[in-house]
């Protein structure tokens, strides 16, 4: 009998790996702003574990929740949906391509 995961899955974009084994995956979700009824983007940057060091800055990603690793990482990347162009990293480092 299969078991559903209640573990969640997110896509975002990577947006460092300068840590071993670790990289910093930017999650954007739209929001309804209580008041004034206007969708606004949210940001969240999340910490996932990268076992095979396979993740690039602007590489877009699939994540999924795990038991906790260390202090800040409780995701864990499962895999890489598109690799970034050469040209993305300009893009990526000013945070214009996050959206």
């Given at each position: 009998m299969e078991q559903k995961s209640k573990r969640r899955l997110e896509e975002g974009v990577v947006v460092s790996n300068k840590?071993?084994?670790?990289?910093?995956?930017?999650?954007?979700?739209?929001?309804?702003?209580?008041?004034?009824?206007?969708?606004?983007?949210?940001?969240?940057?999340?910490?996932?574990?990268?076992?095979?060091?396979?993740c690039a800055p602007g590489d877009t990603v699939e994540i999924k929740e795990v038991r906790p690793i260390s202090k800040n990482k409780k995701?864990?990347?499962?895999?890489?949906?598109?690799k970034a162009a050469a040209g993305q990293m300009e893009e990526i480092k000013d945070g214009s391509e996050l959206s």
């Open positions: 840590m071993e084994k670790t990289v910093r995956v930017s999650i954007v979700r739209t929001v309804m702003h209580p008041l004034y009824k206007k969708y606004v983007r949210r940001t969240t940057k999340i910490m996932a574990h990268d076992e095979k060091k396979e995701w864990m990347v499962v895999r890489v949906l598109k």
